[in-house]
T-cell receptor
Framework: KAGVTQTPRYLIKTRGQQVTLSCSPI?????VSWYQQTPGQGLQFLFE???????NKGNFPGRFSGRQFSNSRSEMNVSTLELGDSALYLC???????????FGPGTRLTVT | SQQGEEDPQALSIQEGENATMNCSYK?????LQWYRQNSGRGLVHLIL?????REKHSGRLRVTLDTSKKSSSLLITASRAADTASYFC???????????????FGQGTILTVHP
């Protein structure tokens, strides 16, 4: 069974731009969670989608948004990029809440 | 905010030795999961232990959970150089019901195994 895939793997953007990251979950998994990892703040939860509905959201500004499609693939978008948005963005899929989460390789975003 | 605190922050051992990492958390949990991360890559799931379990094994890994102390430990036996990585605990918290996909991570333990 294929693992979680994320595209692109690396991205360089300029302040003020927007970016869209993509995540394809493990086949059969309907829950997709997104996390931001930085050296200073560690791993922080962004949001979770299940059956195209956002069920949970972390403490991030409204510039961070996401969506999920009917095939469970998910995208996250960051608008008006700031230098502090430079991070490794990880998505994870799960069969259901309370089960193991399986992570993708991440997208390394650098904002200059 | 971080739910858990991991101890030690860094651990350096020789191949063949055992490595023990500890995790403490603050609120009630549904389960606790341990992950490994190599050099800023994605996280690899190691083991999940539910709140009603006290110990689980997987290969060279042994995880214990003490909900009365709100703590867990990960033991890696007979460590190998390939075990060099950062190890994170993550809690699926139980504040009134389902966590809806949110794991709260500790700061991690950096393990270095010298050949």
């Amino acid at each position: 069974k294929a693992g979680v895939t994320q595209t692109p793997r690396y991205l360089i953007k300029t302040r003020g731009q927007q970016v869209t990251l993509s995540c394809s979950p493990i086949s059969g998994h309907r829950s997709v969670s997104w996390y931001q990892q930085t050296p200073g703040q560690g791993l922080q939860f962004l949001f979770e989608y299940f059956s195209e509905t956002q069920r949970n959201k972390g403490n991030f500004p409204g510039r961070f948004s996401g969506r999920q499609f009917s095939n469970s693939r998910s995208e996250m978008n960051v608008s008006t990029l700031e230098l502090g948005d430079s991070a490794l963005y990880l998505c994870a899929s799960s069969f259901a809440s309370g089960n193991e989460q399986y992570f993708g390789p991440g997208t390394r975003l650098t904002v200059t | 905010s971080q739910q858990g605190e991991e101890d030690p922050q860094a651990l350096s051992i020789q191949e063949g030795e055992n490595a023990t990492m500890n995790c403490s958390y603050k609120t009630s949990i549904n389960n606790l999961q341990w992950y490994r991360q190599n050099s800023g890559r994605g996280l690899v799931h190691l083991i999940l232990i539910r709140s009603n379990e006290r110990e689980k094994h997987s290969g060279r890994l042994r995880v214990t959970l003490d909900t009365s102390k709100k703590s867990s430990s990960l033991l890696i036996t007979a460590s190998r150089a390939a075990d060099t990585a950062s190890y994170f605990c993550a809690t699926d918290t139980n504040a009134g019901g389902t966590s809806y996909g949110k794991l709260t991570f500790g700061q991690g333990t950096i393990l270095t195994v010298h050949p």
